[in-house]
């Protein structure tokens, strides 16, 4: 399920009832991931809902597997090809996205180079027996992959462990104290992720914006992992709010589809949510998302932003675009399969008490 629409116009709203009344009265669990502080309201106003915040006291490594064994083309050679994409992101530099968020621009690679770092993740995994079923305690981190590293003899890769000690050590040779990001990201995930409560919320607002990919990243792993490895007995919910700045890290659109994709199969739905369509429009991944989709919902936007999408989706009739246009505040189109519907998002007095005014 899809959710976008401009800032303002009841997006999170829409996303609580759904998380309130799916629990209550669809007898679902909700999974949110949420970098805003709307966890902790959920968490206020529900009772059987627990928010945990995550920060930098945390560590998440990125050598976590997340696909499992059934993964088309094989676990191992995704998970590769994902770890690979992490370390080149984290040793890229600071800079923007174009709309003005700090991000990783990765780092460039010359063509090639990026096979060393393949190999390297692919040896450290053989040297640890690493499977889809090693826990998360019994992982290697990215200090294992700096010996992997330096032991294959080769100029491009001792270039790899370098800048790896440089981040990790902020050293070529010491490696008795660690730099912030070696503290953040060398070492076995520290953070505790239990799926017991029937809403669970993962709040990640202190988590600097530079770094939060990782850290969805690390916790769409999480969540696929307890998904498939669960007693089931409910379906879930998957939400996640304000999509679109994680995922310009393909990373992240990837893992988001690798669980979009195989999600019905273990019951679980997710919901995306962002301001434009963009992220569902522009990248392929994107795409895959948004053609995926059961539902999409579309409160108030510009016009141009409203015609792109209803080129996009030959069911919304010039109407229906004219009402996502002059939508109010809670109010939206809903699209779902092959109709189209004007939606009033109604709330109950208590739940009006604890979802609007934020
Ligand atoms: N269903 C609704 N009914 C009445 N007012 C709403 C509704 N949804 C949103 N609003 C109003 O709009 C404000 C912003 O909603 P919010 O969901 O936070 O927007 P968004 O997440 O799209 O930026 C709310 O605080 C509330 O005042
Ligand atoms: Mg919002």
């Known amino acids: ?31 949110g991931i949420d970098a805003f502080a709307n966890g902790l309201r959920v968490e206020r106003a529900i009772q059987d809902c627990t928010c945990y915040k995550v920060g930098l006291e945390h560590t998440v490594n990125i ?42 621009i990765p780092m460039k690679l010359e063509s090639g180079e990026r096979g060393v770092l393949a190999l390297a993740v692919k040896r450290l995994y053989q040297q640890y027996g690493v499977t889809p079923d090693t826990p998360v305690a019994a992982m290697p981190t990215l200090t294992g992959l700096i010996h992997v590293l330096e032991a294959m003899g080769d100029p491009v890769a001792d270039t790899f462990a370098r800048r790896l000690r440089y981040l990790i050590y902020g050293s070529s040779t010491e490696q008795g104290e660690k730099t912030p990001d070696g503290v953040a990201f060398d070492g076995c995930t520290t953070i505790d992720w239990r799926f017991e409560d029937t809403i669970v919320y993962y709040d990640f607002k202190t988590v600097p914006e530079i770094l939060l990919p990782f850290f969805y990243l690390q916790a769409l792993a999480a969540v696929w992992r307890y998904v498939r490895t669960r007693r089931v007995t409910r379906d879930i919910f998957l939400m996640i709010d304000e999509f679109g700045y994680a995922s310009q890290v393909e990373a992240v659109a990837n893992a988001a589809w690798v669980i979009a994709k195989t999600a019905r199969k273990y019951r679980l739905g997710m919901v995306l949510v962002d301001q434009t369509m963009r992220p569902f429009l522009d990248t392929p991944t994107g795409r895959q998302l948004h053609a995926n989709a059961a539902a999409h919902f579309f409160f108030h936007m510009q016009d141009v932003e409203a015609q792109d999408v209803a080129r996009a989706m030959s069911v919304i009739t010039p109407r229906a675009l004219q009402f996502v246009i002059d939508a109010e505040p809670g109010q939206c189109l809903g699209v779902i399969r092959k109709d189209a519907y004007e939606i009033n998002v109604e709330c109950h007095p208590l739940e009006a008490s604890a979802f609007l005014n934020s």
């Open 1 to 31: 399920m899809i959710i976008a629409g401009a800032s303002g116009y009841g997006k999170t709203v829409l996303l609580n009832l759904l998380a309130e009344r799916a629990a209550s009265i669809g007898g679902m669990q909700v999974i």
């Open 63 to 104: 050598l976590d597997v997340i696909f499992g064994w059934e993964t088309e083309g094989g676990w191992e050679n995704n998970q590769i090809l994902h770890v690979v994409a992490q370390v080149v992101m984290l040793l890229g530099e600071p800079g923007e996205s174009a709309d003005g968020k700090k991000r990783f």
